[in-house]
């Protein structure tokens, strides 16, 4: 069973276009994440949802728009692609670390690679 | 930034090997953890070690920590070929919600 998953793996779209990347963990985490990987393999955070409520948004754009509809989903939309966001967009979950007892490793998905032409 | 440099970035070795990879970070932390990834693959989770070890080891794995000097190492011993993958340690200096930082990475190439 796969524990987080990501729709889709490969998108190719034009600038301009909006597309959405959804994303869901059945590992019963109440933390969702997603980061993005440049070509450079540079890993960034982008937003992170914890029961729903976004906690942590890394100065992204306003094209982009992170929806959780559950704690068992992220999705992300982007608005007016442009060439700067093709890279690959991972989504991950975790517990809620409300101490400092963290032993919170990330769950990752396999990733949705995003070219913008 | 927070954001971690490991060195070296890319590392080619022989099978039977040891694998040595540093990270180095900014701020205080309160963990940091070490992520294998192999390629067009996501990232997993290899080792976590908090701010008051100094040391961990998990199988062929030893993870060192130290925070005086705000650097780790990753030691791979007797690497195989299945270990070609980059490295990326991520460090965790957030308080009541986990946010953590990647570091740039370190590929690595094992040769039969």
């Known amino acids: 069973d796969t524990a987080v998953s990501q729709t889709p793996k490969y998108l190719v779209t034009q600038m301009g276009n909006d597309k959405s990347i959804k994303c869901e963990q059945n590992?019963?985490?109440?933390?969702m994440y997603w980061y993005k990987q440049d070509s450079k393999k540079f890993l960034k955070i982008m937003f992170s949802?914890?029961?729903?409520?976004?906690?942590i948004n890394e100065t992204v754009p306003n094209r982009f728009s992170p929806k959780s509809p559950d704690k068992a989903h992220l999705n992300l939309h982007i608005n007016s692609l442009e060439l700067g966001d093709s890279a690959v967009y991972f989504c991950?979950?975790?517990?809620?670390?409300?101490?400092?007892?963290?032993?919170?490793?990330?769950?990752f998905g396999e990733g949705s690679r995003l070219t913008v032409l | 930034s927070q954001q971690g440099e490991e060195d070296p970035q890319a590392l080619s070795i022989q099978e039977g090997e040891n694998a040595t990879m540093n990270c180095s970070y900014k701020?205080?932390?309160?963990?940091l953890q070490w992520y294998r990834q192999n390629s067009g693959r996501g990232l997993v989770h290899l080792i976590l070690?908090?701010?008051?070890?100094r040391e961990k080891h998990s199988g062929r794995l030893r993870v060192t920590l130290d925070t005086s000097k705000k650097s780790s190492s990753l030691l791979i011993t007797a690497s195989r070929a299945a270990d070609t993958a980059s490295y990326f340690c991520?460090?965790?200096?957030?308080?009541?919600?986990?946010?953590?930082?990647f570091g740039t990475g370190t590929r690595l190439l094992v040769s039969p």
């Open positions: 991950a979950s975790s517990n809620r670390w409300t101490g400092r007892m963290n032993t919170g490793e990330l769950f």
């Open positions: 590992l019963g985490h109440d933390t």
């Open positions: 949802y914890n029961n729903k409520e976004l906690i």
């Open positions: 701020t205080s932390i309160n963990n």
């Open positions: 070690i908090r701010s008051n070890e």
């Open positions: 991520a460090t965790d200096a957030a308080t009541g919600f986990q946010k953590l930082v």
